[in-house]
């Protein structure tokens, strides 16, 4: 579960750009797994109950593989080696034998990699031999699909980019054995695999053309129980702020959460005395998309099962520029408003020195301040003491950049 920061920011910069309001669906039922893009709204979706498996493309050593236990799936850890395929049955299937779920902080641990230790290259369904560079399947997992049919699987191995598998009835009639070849879904996350038709699906968006993906997923809860919410790509970095921000508080903004359930399920909550969801608008979600844009995302409407819509509004707080290197992209006042004292500025800068200026309304500069060795997002106090209640300009200008925020002081 996520680890709220307890603050409130005001948050401008340079190039900021104008609230939008954006809804996404999952359709009723929440039926669609839907990938959105931030920067372009772009969206894919797909029905959630088409696929079984997902096989990882562009996981590295992982190899994860996700089962479509969102759709009601069931999958278990069968007590036998892949020796004993042809015995295997299901006794002591529902009383004892271990059920396995995706994770839902790290794409790469998915239902069938539950048992991973890499310091010994287990991936949880095969061995990692660092001779011939193939993954040796080396467990038997037994599938209870959602029309009730029973089936048993095994990863046979990966080798030179494919993965290769076997699963059948359980009394070894219509078995199949397939392979995924990465090369054929180059720029996934995932290839997916569909037991109902024995056949490949190609599913997704490119990995670099999507943030967020909104749908169903299952998370512990003090038991596995299937949520609706938002998980984020790889790559994509979350910080959830919410409540008030006391006037010596330093945020950090080292704490940029890059578990895939960084924003999850939990911003909502069902009323039992209205019966419909509510929604905890207090809650700020600040998102470093997959080029690296920084966006404040609040969400304002659920649609349950009915629709299946998503509401939220956007933000773009800084973008991505050409030269990295040199121009500041973000700048922040908290608290904002300050009562006279001390606030706290963030400035995202590298191999940056510049001017803090404090301007009134008469186009006066009223304080100043010069700041250097800013690299990366830096927390620096300025003392705001004397100023008269009203309303400012706050600058940060340097070589390469100039920014602006209006600071109000109470």
Request: hydrophobic share 45%; aromatic share 12%.
């Amino acid at each position: 579960m996520k680890k709220p920061l307890l603050f409130l920011v005001a948050f401008a910069t340079i190039s900021a750009s104008a609230q939008t309001t954006v809804t996404v669906t999952t359709g009723p039922g929440n039926a669609q797994q839907t990938w959105y893009n931030l920067t372009t709204d772009a969206v894919t979706s797909a029905a959630l109950a088409e696929w079984d498996l997902a096989f990882e493309i562009n996981g590295g050593f992982n190899a994860g593989i996700l089962a479509n236990t969102q759709k009601g799936m069931q999958v278990f850890q069968a007590p036998y080696s892949v020796a004993d395929w042809s015995a295997v049955d299901t006794t002591g299937m529902t009383a004892g034998w271990t059920v396995l779920h995706n994770s839902d902080k790290d794409w790469s641990l998915g239902a069938l990699n539950s048992d991973v230790d890499l310091d010994n290259y287990n991936l949880g369904w095969g061995i990692y031999n660092t001779v011939t560079h193939v993954v040796a399947g080396d467990s038997i997992f037994v599938l209870r699909l959602t029309n009730g049919d029973v089936k048993k699987l095994r990863i046979d191995a990966l080798s030179a980019g494919t993965y290769n598998f076997t699963y059948a009835n359980m009394d070894g009639s219509d078995e199949q054995v397939h392979a995924v070849a990465k090369a054929n879904y180059v720029g996934k996350n995932y290839a997916y695999w569909s037991m109902a038709t024995n056949s490949a699906l190609d599913r997704e968006p490119a990995a670099a053309d999507w943030d967020l993906l909104f749908g169903k997923y299952i998370t512990d809860i003090g038991q596995w129980y299937g949520v609706t919410g938002v998980l984020h790509n790889k790559g994509v970095q979350v910080v959830q702020v919410g409540g008030t921000l006391p006037a010596d508080a330093t945020m950090d903004w080292t704490a940029f959460d890059t578990t895939i359930s960084a924003i999850g399920y939990d911003w909502k909550a069902f009323d039992m005395n209205i019966f419909q969801y509510v929604v905890d608008d207090s809650l700020t979600y600040f998102v470093k998309d997959v080029p690296g844009n920084l966006w404040k995302v609040i969400f304002t409407g659920f649609g349950g099962s009915t629709t299946g819509d998503i509401t939220f509004t956007k933000e773009l707080l800084s973008a991505t520029g050409v030269d990295e290197a040199t121009v500041a992209k973000t700048f922040l006042i908290y608290p904002n408003p300050a009562q006279e004292g001390i606030v706290s500025v963030v400035i995202d800068a590298t191999n940056s020195t510049g001017n803090l200026t404090v301007i009134d309304l008469n186009g006066k500069v009223v304080r100043q301040e010069v700041l250097s060795g800013l690299n990366g997002l830096s927390t620096r106090t300025f003392d705001i003491s004397g100023l008269a209640a009203g309303i400012y300009t706050m600058q940060f200008a340097s070589n390469s950049a100039s920014m602006f925020s209006r600071l109000i002081v109470r």
